[in-house]
């Protein structure tokens, strides 16, 4: 009776005014409110920290896919200036796809142009979406030598805007790591120097 006694004493001690050590806690509701706003916290940092990443993810895509837009069209419109009117043909493969045949200047003989093999640009490789260029004997037809350069093309055209001027246009689709679809379309005139 006396350890009952004691106990019920000591607990009234420490639950009186006077007592200068208090218990201290925190209640349940005090528990759950600071919970609930530190997962809030969490879950914002986590939230900004995925949308940057999405975000790095598709820049590096768009980056990519204008490395490959640059490349292609500059290989296209390098050759492309060097060759002559007559020495270019547009073929008209379906509606999202032109191939161009072209032929640039090999050297000059008794003030003569001496032409290259046929050059041909077109869309090959595996799905169809790279960049083929192919060298052809213009004598026999012959497939001397076909180089895949860029990939990510869906569409190339190429429209005859004067006799020699030749406009091309270039689409490029690539999806991001994280889902995101980019396209490019890049145009570029050019014009043929050898008349």
Known sequence: M???NMLFLIRRWFKSKNNPVKIAGFTLLEIIISTAVFSIIIVSIFEILMSGSRIWLTSDAQLDIHSYARVI?????NELKQSAPEKVRIITVNENEDS??????AGFNNGQIQWSNQIQFSLGGEYKQQLVRTVI???N???L???EYAEYITGMHFNQL???RIEVVLVLERNSIAGDAIQLQLVSQVAMRNQ
Not at 73 to 77: A, D, E, G, N, P
Not at 100 to 105: A, E, G, I, V
């Open 2 to 4: 006396r350890k009952f």
């Open 73 to 77: 069209m500059q290989k296209i419109t």
């Open 100 to 105: 161009l045949l072209l032929q640039t200047p």
């Open 137 to 139: 004997n213009p004598d």
């Open 141 to 143: 037809g012959q497939v």
């Open 145 to 147: 030598e076909a180089v």
């Open 162 to 164: 004067t006799e020699d």
